[in-house]
């Protein structure tokens, strides 16, 4: 199985508003992943969490607020969004096997709409 | 800098052999990957590379040359189901995926 479950589907929010995205994985994976794929690009990475804490922040502004509660779950916390935010969110994870590169599974994505 | 490049576009027919390229210019190389993404879903991953050669997969095959910077996915009996984008990844450093601008491919009939 190498699913990686994303809710909700479609998010419209205002930009005063604070909405949260969730995921999960029953994979046994220790590395989880947020990304921002805007249309016909590729996607860019935001966060990563290792072992349950934050190993990478690519710069992201801190309207977007990360949260990894246990090893299945990861949360991207949101608030006063700009429109420019508007995007496919993405999560994955990966297993984190310490020998060369490990393969991430991608969530459906949350297609967020920002007004 | 880190640098990978695709073809934007590509077209061929349905039942037919295609082949999308993906070189690449990084700093750090632990392994290249290929996923397909249809509009509006998740990557799907389809083939990894660590070693040069020929890695295959039912109708698809990837290829890697580590020297030369140079990966190529082969798609074999092109069906319609595979219209899509074809993303390159290199991973740069742990858990770093840089990611190609992908190639979007149509399969006609």
């Known amino acids: 199985d190498t699913e990686v479950t994303q809710t909700p589907k479609h998010l419209v929010m205002g930009m005063t508003n604070k909405k949260s995205l969730k995921c999960e994985q029953h994979?046994?994976?220790?590395?989880m992943y947020w990304y921002k794929q805007k249309a016909k690009k590729p996607p860019e990475l935001m966060f990563v969490?290792?072992?349950?804490?934050?190993?990478i922040n690519e710069s992201v502004p801190s309207r977007f607020s990360p949260e990894c509660p246990n090893s299945s779950l990861l949360n991207l916390h949101l608030h006063a969004l700009q429109p420019e935010d508007s995007a496919l969110y993405l999560c994955?994870?990966?297993?984190?096997?310490?020998?060369?590169?490990?393969?991430?599974?991608f969530g459906p994505g949350t297609r967020l709409t920002v007004l | 800098g880190q640098n990978i490049d695709q073809p934007t576009e590509m077209t061929a027919t349905e039942g037919a052999i295609v082949q999308i390229n993906c070189t690449y210019q990084?700093?750090?190389?632990?392994?290249l990957f290929w996923y397909q993404q249809h509009a509006g879903e998740a990557p799907t991953f389809l083939s990894y590379?660590?070693?040069?050669g020929l890695e295959e997969k039912g109708r698809f095959s990837s290829f890697l040359s580590r020297s030369k910077g140079y990966s190529y996915l082969l798609l074999k009996e092109l069906q319609m189901k595979d219209s899509a984008s074809y993303l390159c990844?290199?991973?740069?450093?742990?858990?770093?995926?840089?990611f190609g601008t992908g190639t979007r491919l149509k399969v006609l009939a």
């Open positions: 994979m046994g994976h220790r590395a």
């Open positions: 990844a290199v991973e740069g450093g742990t858990y770093k995926y840089i």
């Open positions: 969490y290792s072992y349950e804490k934050l190993s």
């Open positions: 990084t700093s750090g190389f632990n392994g």
């Open positions: 590379n660590v070693l040069d």
């Open positions: 994955a994870s990966s297993q984190v096997s310490g020998v060369l590169a490990d393969t991430q599974y």
